[in-house]
């Protein structure tokens, strides 16, 4: 097995144009990432390579091998363009993770239209809140998710085919059309249409954890970047079977669970299921598993369910592990490191940058709790936010900055330039979180501005009191917010689930009190802890604090249409 090249090396002399070289992609060409992650990957002789494994919550299996990537996508570009489906037009993806959903990501993409990928478990008011901003032109998806679209078809007349792929076509009404696309005769060659690098490619309906979803409009030539921080952020080498348990209705799923690994010709695995951890671990035995990448949210899931369960699989195949969404704490990267005997890789990124910017790179000295160093040709820096100056000083927060002009950064909010406009000051792109930057360069994060609180002039991050609050045996989730206060302006508030054998009480509130005094500035201790059953959550997974806050300041929550329980 190669050593990882060090950050230092990946640093030097870099260039995009080296993923632009490896991909065969040369300014003003071409390019699409239908085709790129389909026959480009057959015409360099891995036609017969298995692209994706998949397997649902049954255990139903299926495999695809690159040509049957290659031949799906065409039959569904064919089938789309046949229905009149025009270039440029949104053709959404409203589907569990079958095989068509990944399969018509890339058909759609190589007939020049834009995939708009939904969770299918949206309700029907989320589901049309989107199409009608995207007016999109056609809906794909299953039997199962019609009666959601049928209540909404009034309201969308730009909507003009529902296709569904796994119910025939006599059961079903006016402008719903029946695809099966393994028993559609295959098409061996489609005109892939010649998208160029600024070509809209797919619209992402960002989470939503502060206001209105907006569509975030991510174009061709996001490929290049997709491909080389997945090579080099996840470590893939050409043997690897990955592993992202992200759906692709978030742009993990996508960036990550479509494009950077079929990019780089890889064999991934796909399971159609929710969270469970012991059908998890037994997915990752089956299938040896050697690159997984997950999310916090999940990793305390995880935790949750103890090391008990873990032991009872060889997950030995497991090489490389890393994570996004959401900070990921300490305590979570020592867990990994004690259960799994490696720790998780936190990347922090957005749907706006479409690839990872601050990244842990395989071989690169982990310092639990930071996110590590900016991708090689990411500026990345934080700025003082009141003067949006650079912040000098080692250690001193500010808002985290990003220099425009890297492949995969959005070309702007569907209908909504004045929002993207808004991110912009000085010359950089601000993502909308606070971070500090130590002596070695490593990126620590504190919250997202919204989220962070303000105690008698002093900001308090929401990761580091709910860090401490992780370390506590009891304590399964925590979310630390801001609650107003006469003399403080706002004091630190921590709502709490606790693991499965311990009871809320007075007495257990105390405890946890205690057990983290020792860890953190007065400032920063909670005035009170409150326990709840469960936390919200975006679809997603990330905790929503604004929810908690606007509880403890009495205002209203606003739109709440990616939340769980909608
Ligand atoms: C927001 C972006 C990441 C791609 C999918 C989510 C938060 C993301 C981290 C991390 C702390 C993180 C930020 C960011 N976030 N990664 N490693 N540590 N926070 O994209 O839904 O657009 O959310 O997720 O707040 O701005 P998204």
């Given amino acids: 097995m190669s050593h990882p090249p060090s950050y230092d090396e990946l640093n030097a002399n870099f260039d995009w144009a080296i993923a632009e070289r490896e991909l065969g992609y040369r300014p003003g060409d071409v390019i699409n990432i239908g085709w790129m992650c389909s026959d480009r990957l057959c015409r360099l002789g891995l036609a017969q390579k298995l692209a994706l494994l998949w397997e649902d919550y049954q255990g139903n299996q299926k495999r695809f091998t690159y040509n049957d990537l290659r031949v799906c996508s065409n039959t569904i570009a064919h089938f789309l363009s046949g229905l009149g489906i025009r270039p440029g037009e949104r053709v959404c993806l409203f589907l569990d993770r079958v095989p068509e959903l990944y399969v018509g990501f890339l058909g759609i993409l190589k007939m020049g239209a834009v995939a708009q990928p939904l969770f299918s478990a949206f309700g029907d008011e989320s589901l049309c809140v989107r199409l009608k901003d995207a007016g999109t032109a056609a809906i794909i998806t299953q039997k199962k998710h019609l009666h959601k679209i049928r209540k909404i078809r009034e309201q969308l007349p730009n909507l ?39 070509s809209p490619s797919v619209l992402h309906y960002t989470s939503g954890t502060t206001g209105q979803p907006k569509g975030a409009q991510h174009v061709h030539y996001s490929i290049i970047a997709q491909y080389l921080t997945a090579k080099w952020v996840l470590g893939f080498q050409p043997d690897d079977i990955y592993w992202c348990n ?19 010709g890889i064999t991934q695995a796909v399971l159609d299921s929710g969270f469970n951890a012991g059908k998890w671990y037994e997915f990752i035995e089956k299938y040896r598993v050697t690159v997984w990448y997950s999310a916090p949210t999940a990793i305390r899931l995880l935790m949750k369910e103890g090391a008990e369960i873990i032991r009872k699989h060889d997950l030995s195949s497991l ?40 990244a842990n790179f395989p071989g690169m000295e982990i310092k639990p709790g930071s996110m590590g160093k900016p991708f090689p040709g990411i500026t990345a820096t934080v700025l003082d936010p009141k003067t949006y100056e650079l912040v000098n000083r080692a250690g001193a927060a500010g808002l985290i900055a990003l220099r425009p002009g890297w492949p995969s950064q959005i070309c702007g909010y569907w209908n909504n330039a004045a929002g993207y406009q808004a991110k912009f000051r000085n010359g950089w792109y601000l993502c909308g979180d606070r971070a500090s930057i130590d002596t070695d360069g490593y990126f620590w994060f504190m919250g997202r501005d919204d989220d962070v609180i303000n105690t008698g002039g002093h900001l308090v991050g929401p990761f580091e009191v709910e860090s401490a609050l992780l370390g506590c045996p009891a304590v399964a989730e925590s979310a630390a917010v801001a609650k107003p206060d006469p003399v403080n302006m706002e004091v630190v508030k921590a709502y709490v689930t606790v693991k499965q054998g311990f009871q809320p009480s007075d007495d257990l509130e105390l405890e946890i009190m205690n057990h983290i005094r020792k860890r953190l500035s007065p400032l920063a201790m909670p005035q009170e802890i409150e326990f709840v059953d469960s936390l919200p959550k975006t679809r997603s997974g990330k905790i929503v604090r604004r929810i908690l806050r606007c509880k403890e300041f009495h205002e209203p929550v606003g739109d709440l249409s990616t939340i769980m329980d909608d």
Avoid at 176 to 184: K, N, S, Y
Avoid at 251 to 257: H, Q, R
Avoid at 330 to 354: C, I, L, M, Y
């Fill in 319 to 358: 090489r490389h592990l890393a994570s996004v969404g959401e900070p990921l704490n300490p305590e979570a990267v020592n867990w990994s490191r004690e259960v799994f005997g490696k720790p998780f890789h936190d990347t922090f990124w957005q749907t706006e940058t479409g690839c990872i910017v601050i």
């Fill in 160 to 198: 003009r085919y529902a296709i569904v792929v796994d119910a025939p076509q006599a059961s079903l009404q006016e402008r719903e059309t029946a695809f099966a696309m393994e028993q559609a005769s295959p098409v061996q060659d489609f005109p892939i249409y010649p998208t160029k690098a600024e």
């Fill in 246 to 264: 992200a759906d692709p209705g978030w742009v993990t799923g996508t960036s990550y669970g479509i494009i950077g690994p079929w990019a780089n």
